[in-house]
């Protein structure tokens, strides 16, 4: 994929960019520049643009597309662009702000239709029917949401392909190991980090709200799951289960889950949310590395730099 | 207090006491023997009743009264009884088995009006409208359940007993630091461990329930929280702090709690929580130690031993 | 499965078993006795001989095969058997030792089979042959051991038995994530614990060898790569790789990898590894348990008892 | 409170103020410039004086007060002061160092003879003898040193007013549980940090002092509880405990006591400690913060951002 | 060194003895029986008198010596006593407690010599005269003490032997680096585990005092550096830095000391008082293993067992 | 040693420097300068060159000499270079670049020779013939490695330095404890980092290789002993002792060793490193700093600042 992390130190670029962020800083002497995050489907880079005047604040907020000229360059190691021209696209030019986001490589129907299948193959209805349920409920904002804020399946729909790809992964394992119950897998799936679509605040320029800093998506969802039961009449154990499922997702007290898994799937779907989760940092950060060479540090990988073999192809 | 825990070894006791548990075991060389808690309100001693017949096995199940004659003697640095003579009490004796429960030195009629009152002096609606609606949903249980399993308040009305307790101690410090919220305070402190009606078994031979093993306490009434305020109608802010009340008041993930405490209220009433906790431990094994001498090792506690200074009178 | 461990307190049993271990004590009153583990493929039980004679105690020696008749009582919480008669097995009778042993639910030779054709699926030349040539110098006892002395696959056959589930599983995860290499994953998986046949004494009454406790199947096993490579004549990037993934292979320091996963197939090895060993925790302890009850706590898992829901049948 | 610290970006100031801190730096094209600290009583604020002479250098030395003219402006998050005009105070015009220095918001006689009022108090001779000796012998520092040189009380006379707050704290706890020893607790509370005033460099430009970082505050107020037994004859139990109450009252090794609480009173005066100088850090950060919004991190807090709610009137 | 610690399981022992402890205890069916832990110089044994009379409960007091035939059985995997005669031995017999006192293996004299002549060679007046202060005043004990209740040392004269074994280390590193003080690492050395004759009871039979357990023996000898300081009118740096290698020599906060050392020397004692604890932990637990054998768990070795290798002769 | 580190703030100089690192940057305005890393054997400076030409930077490449005229200023509390006059040295001015890299304090003959002598003394010829094998095989690159790329003895010949510290430090040692196995010992200090010629890139501009990261210097060795052994057809324990003698000398796995120490000679070898590397640092960072003042902090030392007492001469 082409884009603005593909160009290299030295390289001049003329690209349409849309601006991620904007803040206005003051020089050491006194005088107001912009520092400008610019994206495009690659990736984005930080800008500076020196002796900005007010009018320029106005016109660079975010969520404008721009018309750049530039250099690239290095600052502190790191890819910068230092901006020679830069206008606002008018109107009628053609673009709109979702050609310049990151998303998902699968579309949001093909992700839908592959989770009502999941839904559809549950064999427990009262499993099915909460699952079902609270999907409904949120399936517009579920399936544009990005996973978080960063770290992992940090763009539009990345909440939804972290499902699907964990789904796939469910019934693989599944497969294997047949005392697994795969509707426990594929409703813990489904549900696990749905409470994401209220912690965070949409699927661009993504932030925690005030109630994901103060409850937590894992508390959010263990409360719509007793809610859904309530609507729905179901006073089983399954209600008890899902809602354990969800939170004890993380594995451990000490990484956010106030109970460890307690059944057998909730162990397995722990793993399975790291093996998705760390396969989708990896490749990111891999696809952007030489052979021979290392990836930058991965903060949420314990800090490490992998190495990427020389022997592939 | 007199009662079963106050006699000393080598001291000879004829007393009516309750049994607490009761567990069959078979010698080395194969004889059984039964190996029973009996209780009064003082406490609970071990005692073992040898060469036990199935009889025996039926006539000293859990919550039977009984008349018993015996020896204390040390075992492994903790008093035991060496029972001599046992027989149940009939159903005519006038005794009930709330004669024997060790229960709150404060009355539930009192604890009751106590917090009834400090419901009363809430300002804010909404915080006084979801605190009222939880208690009276709850109120049999709230006033007759313990704090807990072991540790701390492990007796009759010990979770009112700690409310009470914990709410006197917060009008204290919401008197010295005008900035808190007394309204905050007091719900938190009246929620904050309710969740216990559900996690644990009840009042007497109190276990972890399935739910409260699999979803705890906190979660159960953070779940809660959000149902009564479905019911009465609040949307407001109030809500998810009250819920974040109780959340974090674990102070930190690693001890159960998802979120640690973000709001000023919420960081006090984790201490306040602490120190009325700390105040019941130590004072029921310091009660037991004689000046200048050490206190049983207490495992809530680090596992720390308390000296009990000589000269407190 | 019948066997000795599908009694159930209060049963007579009338079976032959062989002796897994046995030690003589003596009781408090000077008293010799023979505590003697017993077992068949279903699992051991611990059993009391009182009054031992020096007779007894030689012929009680481990890796006897005895015919019991006794008595399943519960001493402290686990099942333990009172002998009423027991006497050697005359070596006409027809039994081998084998007959008595736990071992994988698979064949050895389908196992073998199974790792051969997984083998002759590499396309990597280098990591073929060196994976080929220390299966090879090892197979006979990679057939046979177990995977651990305890905690999870400690049975015959338990190591191979856990590379081949790992070999399905690397199977099943290589495809769904295409950019994995599977020649690595093959034989991460194939390599990581085959330094155990030098660790572990062998397939019955498994310890740890000498060289096991010092230098660890890790370290012996990197040493084992290095020595197959310079025997093969092949100095490519590919012998350090192989080494990496079993040095790492336990993912972090403290856990006993000297150097964390810095590899993609490496990182995914060890989470492979995690679940395979988790599930045969897991079915092991909850084949053992009730609908509605909790498992036995289980070290390995953080001393957690699971919980069996109700509603899987 | 008006002040340095409550104008916003973009306003002028014209105001006398003391230089806390000078440092002098040199931009990257060499040219010098000072970096000034600027306070009164609301706090401090950083400025820089571009192109300074080495005039200005011998000028704007620390506990010089100064009248500025100049522009805040954000820099990196925080506010910053561009001086356009600044000069010297002439010695005339009628200002004290004291007027631009942070103060505990009580007067030092009104902190001083509240102490005094507890300990006359106390009951215990050796522990009023012990107390009012050292208070005695340190008064002046104890009455104008602050309690540390950040993160809480790190104001002028801010030791005295974290006493006197924990010291009617103290009371109420007492009041409310009558097994603790109210002069424990008076005279823990009065000795426990008394040490900082030589472990601690002044009242204003605080550092630590070499003894302060080789032995420390704890271990130098355990000496001195000694030496003062020691000059007044006491030789009881009384002396040991005090020590132990300064020793134990960060509660745990790795948070710097050597010993952890082991007296009743000793566990209840940590939390004192604790819940006074949290309040006061909450107080202090929520006081600059609008409803609805977050502090600042608060590293002493492990830096946690606290949400003010928006339902305080 | 021959002694009770040198038979084996079988053998008949005929031996004088010094009761070290002894507990009275009540058999499972109620019948007394005296717990005797049996010593002499090469350490101890415990054994059980059954059916033990009162005169017997008055005849076996600690400190007592008797004349002992009994058999070694093995009990739990340790050697313990069957007792099958015992009695007091009478005064005139000729023997002595110390007889079965472990001591170390240089004379007090000796050792008091050479502790003489370290101090001499110090070049710092001031340093010299502390240390000598202090070593004066608690010459009798400190050449006594052991250097703790268990782990290394724990022996008569232990404490002593312990200071001279690292002084003559300090000599051969301070030689190996010249930017050394010596003068320092004695007067630490010497000083460092001075406490210990407060903290502990006594030589024999050795319990930690309160005020060991409140204060600490670091904090004791910080104190008492101060008072001799104090009385021989030196009011230098060298004092601060005395007890600074005190308070620092454990290491770290979580080992005890409220400082880490934050002086070359204080930084190198705390090797060199590691090095010589653990020599003598593991000379005496592989003085009892033989070659190709482990030794048993070391608890404050990290409970490791150590490998005695087959190639020293 | 006077050299480019001794020079203060303020100060002019003029001298011959080795350029060690260059790395281009480009200043806020957009225009280009070099931060060039001048050393000499006293150590090294940053310093900056402004307005750079594409020609200055194809000059001052490192491993180029210079002779530079500049001014000492601070720059965040570190020394910086403003370069006024700088020039490349011609080939025939006589400097090598030996002339300017730091060098252990003892010739590569001298260690060589000591190294030599220490092997000889050995006297179990297995361990004499693989320690003399390895130590040949990489003969040269041991004497000219550095020890480590920073923390200590990071110069030229810093890896023997550190060897032949050790090794006299582990005479003394084992002449103090006789108990101890002196060839052991000696092996274990020569080979313990041999593993670092591989793990590091050599002498100078020194860096981890990939085979340093992958596997590192601990495992990279244990296999060469293991090779080495072979080549020597020296089958024996000592082998195996040997690879744990480097396998453990990091103590624990947190800190890298996948076994720890379990031999004695393996925990001394463990200290004897941990005094050799700390007094490095310590020297080397005290002898920058003046009495009565505090050294940088430093990283490898927990962060700490160490204070230098003023009465030493």
Redo the contacts between chains.
């Keep these: 994929m082409s884009g603005i992390t593909t160009y290299a130190v030295g390289e001049t670029i003329d690209l349409h960019l849309l601006i991620k962020q904007m803040t ?7 005088k107001p520049f912009l520092t400008i995050i610019l994206q495009d489907k690659s990736g984005d880079i930080e800008a ?1 643009l ?1 002796d900005a005047s007010d009018q320029d604040e106005k016109a660079y907020q975010p969520e404008t597309i721009v018309k750049v000229v530039g250099d690239i ?3 502190r190691g790191k890819n910068q662009l ?1 901006i020679k021209q830069i206008r606002p696209v008018s109107p009628g030019d053609g673009f709109s702000i979702a050609d310049f986001l990151e998303t998902a490589p699968v579309s949001i129907d093909e992700m839908s239709s592959k989770i009502t299948q999941y839904i559809f193959e549950m064999r ?1 209805p ?1 499993i099915q029917r909460i699952t079902r349920h609270l999907i409904k409920k949120y399936q517009k904002d579920f399936l544009e949401y990005p996973a978080a804020t960063k770290n992992h399946h940090e763009f539009v729909s990345g909440l939804a392909y972290h499902v699907v ?1 964990m789904l ?2 469910s019934k ?2 599944a ?3 047949p ?3 795969s509707d426990l897998l594929y409703a813990g799936v489904i549900l696990h980090d749905l409470g994401k679509v209220i912690e965070l605040s949409g699927p661009t320029s993504t932030t925690y709200t ?2 994901g ?4 998506h ?2 959010i969802m ?2 719509e799951i ?2 859904a039961a ?1 609507e729905l009449g179901i006073e ?3 209600v ?2 899902l ?2 499922l969800v ?1 004890s997702h993380h594995g451990k ?12 799937e909730a ?2 779907l722990h ?1 399975i949310d ?2 998705d989760a ?2 989708n940092m ?2 990111r950060v ?1 696809s952007r590395t030489k052979p ?1 060479e ?1 990836t930058e540090r991965v903060f949420a ?2 800090n ?9 192809e």
């Design positions: 206005k800083g003051t020089t050491n002497t006194g500076k020196w360059h290095n600052y230092k427990n009262n790809s796939d992964l693989a394992i497969g294997l190991y005392t697994l119950d005030i109630e800093n103060l409850i937590g894992i508390s263990v409360n007793g809610k309530d089983r154990e399954e008890m289960i809602q354990h939170l007290a000490e990484w956010g889950s106030p109970k460890p898994p307690l059944i057998r162990e397995i793993y790291n093996v760390k396969m990896l490749d891999l021979g290392y990988l314990d490490r730099s992998f190495y990427k073999p020389t022997f592939h």
